[in-house]
């Protein structure tokens, strides 16, 4: 398993919010529904440090909690940074970063609902002079691309493989084993590196025959979850067990790419009367932390969100400040592995995730105090 180096405590996870705002000190006038600021009282101490943040929908908990944490880390380094989510879908998310870049910021920082949407607007912000960092998910289908920060997707995607086959081992007796499969959104590119990293560990599984996908459903296009919807995964899971499980019969695992649809999965088998098969998950959400360590789901991926956040505000004040040479704490550089299109390789700053079973969550979530509180009320 990789793990995650001991880092020093950061912030507290802040309460989840659900509105849009401006951060950099004070908190007015926003509108939840367009992600729209209003008021940006406090921007005054930032200096010549702005910097536009834009965000997807509020699909999963990690989505939710970088908000606070953006807001926080901004202030304290006494930046102005405005937020915005882009609920209303990727036509509003062209529009939020048309207005960042109108609106004069240096930096921006984009987590995209689909990254080979937003050319034309990248390509605004480069004649700008704006440097463009790409959060958690890759901009594709330009050359307009700073820098790329996220946890090594490929390395999820294994780790989850690896999950999978240990949960595997451990309580589903001989092998082989009937295994079905579920991947991510097809316009997030980050779906197709988790799916490939996975399929790196599980691939010569299925060669050799231990592993079995009972449905024949293998090609990523078969196994996406369209906009990471939990009720399409649960939807085709309990077409799957109509389909290709009969009576008591159920998979042995099952291969989810995070946490929100291996809970739909679990709940598509448990409607159907049948035993919880294994199921991996990512994200550490609160509930699929508790359904881990109560041994309901097997295992899911912990990408702190707090260390991604961070590292992004560092990366986006050296970039605001000329270095042309950033680092980001605890995060490796990958120059080669990451492509926003064919021979356009992105500087990529690279963080370390970590596999969580109920028997190393009490380790791993050491330094996170709200999980450690989940992982204590569940035992």
Not at 337 to 348: A, C, D, F, R, W
Request: aromatic share 6%; hydrophobic share 40%; net charge negative.
């Amino acid at each position: 398993m990789n793990t995650l180096k001991k880092m020093a405590s950061l912030t507290a996870v802040m309460a989840m919010a659900l509105t849009m705002t401006a951060c950099g000190g004070g908190r007015s006038g926003t509108d939840t529904e367009s992600g729209t600021s209003g008021d940006q009282s406090g921007a005054a101490a930032a200096g010549d440090v702005s910097v536009g943040i834009a965000m997807p929908q509020k699909t999963s908990q990690n989505w939710v909690e970088a908000e606070d944490m953006f807001k926080e880390n901004c202030a304290e380094a006494k930046i102005d940074c405005t937020i915005q989510f882009a609920n209303g879908g990727v036509a509003e998310q062209q529009n939020q970063i048309s207005a960042m870049i109108e609106n004069g910021v240096k930096v921006l920082i984009i987590g995209a609902i689909d990254g080979s949407q937003l050319g034309t607007q990248l390509a605004q912000a480069k004649a700008a002079g704006i440097t463009i960092i790409a959060y958690d998910r890759l901009l594709t289908n330009t050359k307009d691309i700073d820098y790329y920060i996220a946890y090594d997707n490929f390395g999820v995607g294994q780790l989850q493989g690896q999950a999978l086959m240990e949960g595997l081992e451990a309580k589903a007796g001989a092998s082989p084993w009937d295994v079905e499969l579920f991947a991510g959104s097809p316009d997030d590119s980050n779906s197709l590196k988790f799916f490939d990293g996975a399929m790196d560990v599980l691939q010569p599984k299925i060669d050799d025959g231990t592993l079995v996908v009972k449905s024949g459903q293998k090609d990523f296009t078969q196994v996406a979850t369209q906009g990471w919807l939990p009720k399409n995964a649960q939807d085709r899971m309990s077409a799957l067990l109509t389909s290709t499980y009969q009576g008591d019969e159920v998979p042995d695992g099952v291969l989810s790419p995070n946490d929100t649809l291996g809970r739909a999965i679990i709940t598509a088998v448990e409607q159907a009367g049948k035993p919880i098969p294994v199921v991996t998950g990512q994200d550490s959400e609160d509930e699929s932390v508790t359904w881990v360590v109560q041994g309901k789901q097997y295992a899911t991926i912990f990408k702190d969100t707090r260390p991604l956040v961070a590292g992004a505000v560092q990366l986006a004040i050296q970039a605001a400040e000329g270095n042309t040479s950033p680092t980001v704490d605890n995060a490796k550089l990958d120059d080669s592995q990451y492509e926003s299109m064919e021979g356009n390789p992105v500087k990529s700053f690279l963080l370390t995730p970590q596999i969580v079973t109920a028997e190393n969550a009490a380790e791993v979530y050491k330094d996170d105090t709200h999980r450690m509180e989940l992982v204590n009320a569940a035992k």
